[in-house]
């Protein structure tokens, strides 16, 4: 109960804190106190005395500072006016700087001595009121930066968010078709093994409908997914065909951005197997370390590939996709290799699953 309520004071204090007019008054009041602390130091002055004359001196910076940021800083320096910006901020510091002179000769008629004094230090006046306006010049650009560099992250952060869930949009009914696909093969031939690929195909959708929605998924789940997609392509090949899914290492608590493996796997089945090759094979080894993870996939080709009909626009899109997946999740955390000769297509890469 005292954690909770510690909690809420803790929460309530910083909302309280973080309100502009509060902080602002904050430090005015803190610049207060060590101005009036510094005379009564430095002349001896009592208190109220040296108060007094800290209020007045701290009123005049604050309308230096706040005619500065709320009106000099947008209407000229932000619009690059800057000979602009420079003179008047020149002659807002010459025009007040003398009015404080004044107002503490009056506040001094008691004290000829401090009228006199107060005349001939009156240059040295102009000082502090010149670096007390520019450190809000120069405060005002850097939070300015900072600002432009919050909402310059939180808009590429929003973009990324949006293209991957755009690309990913584009993924699922990608495979979701393709296995559809190879359902329907299976059940023209009126096969026994119907129930097990539905029980196959319902894993998969679950998978792709609800698991896949997380920014990243167990290792696990992603190699049970890859194995399911390669044994209903194995039950659809046919004995013609040689599919080997090798893991070396320990698939444990390793996390990895979903959807991530099986483009290159189709793309291997899609180009390597469907062009009536008599004897094609597809070899799959998964190297699994704590920390990192290597995908090699070696696929035969046939010699000569059919003229493909351009007019279909479905198909082709996985490998496009996961490179652009590759460049916004693993940012200089992979390594792609592609290569392919007369008689294979092999793919090669190797992902750092370091956050």
């Not at 602002?24 to 002055?45: I, R, V």
């Not at 009909?309 to 996985?318: A, E, Q, T, V, Y």
Request: charged letters at 20%; one cysteine or more; aromatic letters at 12%.
């Amino acid at each position: 109960m005292s954690t909770l309520v510690g909690q809420l004071i803790h929460s309530r204090a910083f909302s309280v804190l973080s309100q502009r007019i509060v902080y602002h008054t904050l430090f005015w009041a803190l610049l207060l106190s060590a101005f009036t602390a510094w005379e009564m130091l430095d002349s001896g002055q009592p208190l109220r005395f040296a108060l007094s004359n800290q209020i007045i001196t701290v009123i005049i910076y604050a309308a230096v500072v706040y005619f500065n940021v709320l009106y000099l800083i947008p209407n000229y320096l932000a619009q690059k006016r800057f000979l602009t910006y420079f003179g008047l901020f020149v002659l807002v510091v010459l025009t007040v700087t003398p009015i404080k002179v004044v107002i503490y000769y009056f506040k001094f008629s008691h004290l000829p001595e401090a009228q006199g004094q107060l005349v001939h230090d009156m240059n040295w006046f102009f000082l502090p009121t010149f670096l007390i306006a520019g450190s809000s010049t120069l405060g005002k650009i850097v939070l300015d930066w900072v600002r432009h560099l919050r909402e310059m992250q939180e808009l590429e952060t929003q973009t990324m968010q949006s293209e991957l869930r755009f690309l990913k949009s584009q993924i699922n009914p990608h495979f979701l078709f393709n296995t559809l696909n190879n359902l329907y093969a299976l059940t023209l031939k009126k096969s026994d093994l119907a129930p097990e690929i539905v029980l196959k195909l319902s894993e998969m959708m679950r998978y792709m409908l609800y698991e896949c929605n997380e920014k990243q998924v167990l290792l696990t789940k992603e190699v049970n997914y890859l194995q399911n997609y390669l044994d209903l392509e194995a039950l659809r090949q046919g004995k013609s065909v040689e599919i080997s899914f090798d893991i070396n290492g320990r698939v444990s608590n390793q996390k990895i951005a979903p959807l991530m493996f099986i483009p290159f796997v189709e793309n291997s089945f899609k180009h390597g197997l469907s062009h009536h090759i008599s004897k094609g094979y597809v070899k799959i080894r998964l190297d699994v370390e704590e920390h990192t993870v290597r995908l090699e996939i070696e696929n035969s080709k046939p010699e000569s590939l059919p003229l493909q009909d351009h007019s279909r626009k479905s198909g082709g899109i996985g490998l496009v996709n996961v490179r652009r997946r590759l460049d916004l999740l693993y940012p200089g955390k992979y390594e792609l290799r592609i290569k392919e000769a007369p008689m294979n297509y092999t793919i090669d890469l190797t992902l750092n699953l370091e956050s």
